[in-house]
């Protein structure tokens, strides 16, 4: 995708991080934030530029490089070629106050999200974060394609098996002990902003 489309991601910041920066934990000191998926680091750089340390992943090594490439990266942000889970399972227990994605978990399977689930649960410290976004099945997209399984469709304009959230689905992703605190519906994106925080 990212060698197809050079300028994919690569424009103005997401809605989503404004959303997001708001609903940070409060802190006087600099958040350790992890992105996963981070693509070529649009909103990457908006999380730095607020002062927090920022890790910010991707499975793409083009769009890891392009990330890298930039010269307005700010100090404080990092950009590794990884995938998602495998760097969750390689953090440090209670290391981290916020996880943060946009736009990445609707091609993880049900077991990859029992293993975000339960990774979000060892990483995060006390009163840590997860703030994402996702698909919402009032995407003009959904139905398009074969359902693979249930709100799963795979053949229509994604090159890949796509997971479209109603609200019911969206509580597989609280992990035990955590509560939900934000949950709002953007309907002119068709996406879900959702923010769970431990107790
Ligand atoms: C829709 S793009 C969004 C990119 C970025 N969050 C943004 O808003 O600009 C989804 C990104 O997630 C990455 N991605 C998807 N699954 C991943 C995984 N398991 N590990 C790491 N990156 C992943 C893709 O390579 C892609 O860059």
Redesign the pocket.
Known sequence: ??SENPD???GD??H??AWALARLPSSSRPLRIL?????????SRVLARAGHRVVA????RV?IERARGRRDNPPGLEFLE??????LARTASKSLDVVY????????REE?LDELVKGLARVLRPRGRHLF?VRATIDPHFGKGREVSKDVFWGGPHPTPMHYYRRETLARFTPPGFVRFAEELREDLALWYVGDRRR
């Open positions: 995708m990212y994919r991601f690569s910041p997401s989503f991080v992105e996963l998926g981070c693509g070529v680091g649009r909103d992943v991707d499975h793409s769009a990884d995938e998602g889970l495998a760097r994605a946009h736009g990445v978990y609707m091609g993880f990859e976004a």
